[in-house]
Nanobody, 114 residues
Framework: VQLQASGGGLVQAGESLRLSCVAS????????MRWYRQAPGKQRELVAV???????NYADSMAGRFTISRDDAKSTVYLQMTSLKPEDTAAYYC?????????WGQGTLVTVSS
């Protein structure tokens, strides 16, 4: 199983980025997918969830700015981030879960300058 995240980079405050995470080795469509992030010196936190049925949920601080989506045909989950703030600087990780099957991807680094 592999979750390959990409799309991170250096942006200025107020700009946007779209992260992608391509899954292989799993039946992607039956998995709930999440994005987490971890800022330097802080604990990993949940950013957004999208269920296998397409329901979404967001952490309060990201609601309205971030959008999670999925393309089951491409085995890919996305995180569209807008109005980025310096405090959004973190490594972003994708995560797949179905019952006891849980998998992490490697992080993609997002740096937002002020």
């Amino acid at each position: 199983v592999q979750l390959q995240a990409s799309g991170g980079g250096l942006v200025q405050a107020g700009e946007s980025l779209r992260l992608s995470c391509v899954a292989s080795g799993i039946i992607f469509s039956v998995y709930d997918m999440r994005w987490y992030r971890q800022a330097p010196g802080k604990q990993r936190e949940l950013v957004a969830v999208i269920t296998s049925g397409g329901r979404t949920n967001y952490a309060d601080s990201m609601a309205g700015r971030f959008t999670i989506s999925r393309d089951d045909a491409k085995s890919t989950v996305y995180l569209q981030m807008t109005s980025l703030k310096p405090e959004d600087t973190a490594a972003y990780y994708c995560y797949a879960e179905r019952f006891s099957h849980r998998y992490w991807g490697q992080g993609t680094l997002v740096t937002v300058s002020s």
